[in-house]
């Protein structure tokens, strides 16, 4: 086999194993906070005298449906953006077939978990999936996973849609963490020590990643540091308000699962904008740190004597 044709025969292989890591990634991501949840429950279970899970466990492949819901909705937006970006270190002329690849993944992802979901559904009166809220969550889970695929694959067309990325990273990954730690501590966690702040400071700094990607020259770029800034701002918020908006088009009555009224989409985005994990004092953090180290590189990059 010549060279050239043992590259291409490698380069298919490596688009082919995309699928799966795309799948992964997504699963695995989308499902930690529920994972961890479960897992621990299971060690919580054994430490008893008879203990141990009882009544019916829903089916592992359909963990990312069981989050908390504020975590649901940042791990499958979270997941999607990571599965996303896999296609970016692939070779240029192969990037539009790695970005094919990612999204068969995501896809794949999902019509695993929802046929699982929905096979529970109709195998067990105690399945925690009802036709109501498994329509809506379903359709969320899709929306927001391949929105979120979007954003990772934006990141092909340069260091602005790498920026705008991360920058989706920045304002899910603080949500996401609080799920998973809170799965791991349990509800008995919260109380006057219970503080999450880290969570928000890890945002930040990638959110400074994503601007010192970007870059400041030419000084134009600064527009694009306000748009990855209003990415991380809103990406998880609007995650939240479709999260409502879903089930207010799928039962027309605009109530709950469990028979409550759903609060209005617009209210939801109000409230996680200005109170939500992408709160504006971070923000403007990451700005001012984005800039200090955007400016020592400036210097550092300068002509000796300038």
Do not use: C, H, K, Y
């Amino acid at each position: 086999m010549s060279p050239e044709r043992a590259a291409r025969v490698g380069d298919r292989v490596l688009l082919v194993l995309l699928v799966p890591l795309a799948a992964l990634t997504w699963w695995f991501v989308s499902s930690l906070p529920a994972l961890l949840e479960r897992m621990f429950a299971v060690l919580e279970g054994l430490g008893r005298v008879g203990g141990g899970v009882t009544g019916p466990e829903p089916g592992l492949l359909a963990l990312p449906l069981l989050g908390w819901p504020p975590t649901f909705v940042s791990g499958a937006l979270l997941g999607g953006v990571l599965a996303g970006l896999l296609a970016r270190p692939a070779d240029p002329a192969r990037r539009r077939a790695a970005a094919g690849a990612t999204v068969g993944g995501v896809l794949a992802g999902l019509v695993v978990v929802l046929a699982q979901a929905f096979a529970e559904l109709d195998e067990a009166a105690t399945s925690p999936f009802t036709p109501w809220s498994g329509t809506a969550m379903a359709v969320t889970l899709v929306l927001v996973s391949l929105l979120g695929w979007g954003a990772g694959t934006g990141a092909l067309g340069g260091r602005t849609g790498t920026g705008i990325a991360l920058g989706v990273v920045a304002g899910t990954l603080p949500a996401w963490l609080a799920g998973s730690a809170f799965a791991v501590l349990g509800p008995g966690s919260l109380g006057p020590g219970f503080d999450l702040g880290w969570t928000t400071w890890i945002g930040v700094a990638v959110l400074v990643g994503a601007l010192v990607t970007v870059g400041l020259r030419p000084v134009s770029r600064l527009a694009r540091w306000l748009l990855v800034v209003g990415v991380a701002w809103t990406a998880l918020p609007l995650a939240w308000s479709l999260q409502v908006l879903v089930p207010t088009v799928v039962n027309s009555t605009g109530t709950g699962p469990m028979g409550g009224r759903l609060p209005s989409p617009w209210q939801v985005l109000q409230d996680a904008l200005l109170d939500g994990p992408g709160r504006p004092l971070p923000l403007v953090a990451a700005l001012v740190v984005a800039a200090g180290i955007a400016a020592v590189r400036a210097r550092a990059a300068a002509p000796p004597g300038r």
